[in-house]
């Protein structure tokens, strides 16, 4: 391991669900700003930053949506050539890649993280899930 950051969202439970969506929305912007300011301060590529960025918001919002703990770690480590990105909610269940429709407005999150992660997966008692993005730009798979 080269690097890491780790940060935990507490969540209140005293906000009203209009309260509750506009609270995500702000959570999922201040992680993203974090973890892609620290990715440039580690030197990483703009192509690695850019998909970091979205894959961070990705698997935030998730989190955010679908968890039910009052607490979500997030959390990305840094070794020579790998960047693994991970949200644990503290709940179970796995993540759906969905096929949406064009009409849809939500739901192509996972679709999305599995699109652009060379891997992604979850633990064994699927409270967090992970992506991993390839830090090397000399051509590949991402």
């Known amino acids: 391991m080269l690097n890491e950051l780790a940060l935990n969202i507490e969540l209140g439970s005293d906000l ?3 309260g509750r969506i ?3 929305g702000m959570w ?3 992680i993203r700003r974090i973890g892609t300011a620290k990715l ?3 030197g990483l590529p703009s192509t690695v930053v850019d998909d970091a960025e ?3 918001s990705e698997l935030v919002t998730n989190a ?3 968890g039910t703990a009052r607490e979500i770690s997030f959390r990305f480590i840094l070794s020579a050539d790998l960047l693994l990105i991970m949200v644990d909610d503290r709940s179970p269940g796995r993540p759906l890649v969905r096929d949406s429709s064009p009409d849809d407005e939500s739901g192509r999150g996972m679709f999305l993280v599995e699109a652009i992660a060379a891997a992604w ?3 064994p008692d699927e409270t967090r899930t992970w992506c991993a993005l390839t830090t ?3 051509g590949g798979p991402r």
């Open 28 to 30: 999922v912007g201040r």
């Open 54 to 56: 979205l894959l961070i």
């Open 16 to 18: 009203a669900e209009v």
């Open 136 to 138: 090397h730009t000399t």
């Open 40 to 42: 440039r301060l580690w």
């Open 22 to 24: 506009r609270r995500d």
């Open 64 to 66: 955010l949506q679908h």
């Open 121 to 123: 997966g979850v633990s």
